[in-house]
């Protein structure tokens, strides 16, 4: 299969039940590859399909830096309107849009993460919403650690002790997971995990697959490369394949000379 890279560039911003969003696939991908316009049912039998989606956190929508006493630059979305950015109008569009697509993996950024029932202090943990829990898919979410340095970061800088980071779901009736993940770090902006195709599932012949949710360095190119790269190792040395799927937000066009599109 190789190396194929779904990325995801733009806010996903629902304007009038419209997702403001462009998605591009590298301009390596492999020949077999199908991109599909929005809002169009994206399983089938026969193919792997991938979704990317970042839902722009309420947690990052016009907060009032702690620093700066005022809301910055990148957060403040002047394009957008109140209306458009409301979480209660969002949330049941986006969850109603990942559900229609029936895709088999889902990559997810900017996920807003809950505290665990009962956890504080020194116990704290958080967990991924519950209405992110889609039925039919497993998932993958950063390690405690990350999720804690990330709440405390926030909680700082933002007045909000809640992190943001990655998730990854697939589909159980056709994909399984491969080995363990214990080993491998799930960070806020890098999850994954090694599937293969489930028998019976519509995939028996897709072998062992590496999949990556990302959300890029936004300023360094260096830094991406850096990550990408990472991807890459993990995928040979963790999980024992070349193949691999990197999907999420790239922060940068995927336009030939960019390290995503190398």
Known sequence: ?????????????????????RVRMASTQPPHAIVQPRGAKLSTVQHLT??????????????????????????????????????????????????????????????????????????EEFVLPEWLRLEGYACVVPHRRP????????????????????????????????????????????????????AGGGLDSLGKLALFALHLDATSEEKRVKALVRCLELSRESYGTRSAVLGGDLNCELFRGQCVAA
């Open 50 to 123: 991938v979704m990317t989606y970042n839902l722009l956190a309420p947690l990052y929508v016009r907060p009032i830096d702690a620093r700066t006493g005022a809301v910055q630059g990148f957060a403040a979305f002047e394009w957008a309107s109140a209306e458009d950015l409301a979480w209660e109008a969002r949330r049941p569009r986006i969850v109603a849009e990942l559900r229609a697509s029936e895709a088999d993996v889902i990559c997810l950024q900017e996920v807003q993460f809950e505290p665990a029932p009962a956890a504080s202090g020194r116990d």
């Open 147 to 198: 999720l804690c340095e990330m709440a405390a970061r926030n909680a700082r800088v933002l007045r909000v002790r809640a992190p943001v980071g990655n998730a990854l779901l697939y589909r159980t009736d056709r994909l399984e997971r491969v080995g363990g993940d214990v080993k491998v770090e799930q960070s806020t902006t890098r999850v994954s995990t090694c599937v293969r195709g489930r």
């Open 1 to 21: 299969m190789g190396i194929v890279t779904v990325g995801l560039i733009a806010v996903g911003i629902i304007r009038k039940y419209q997702l403001s969003l």
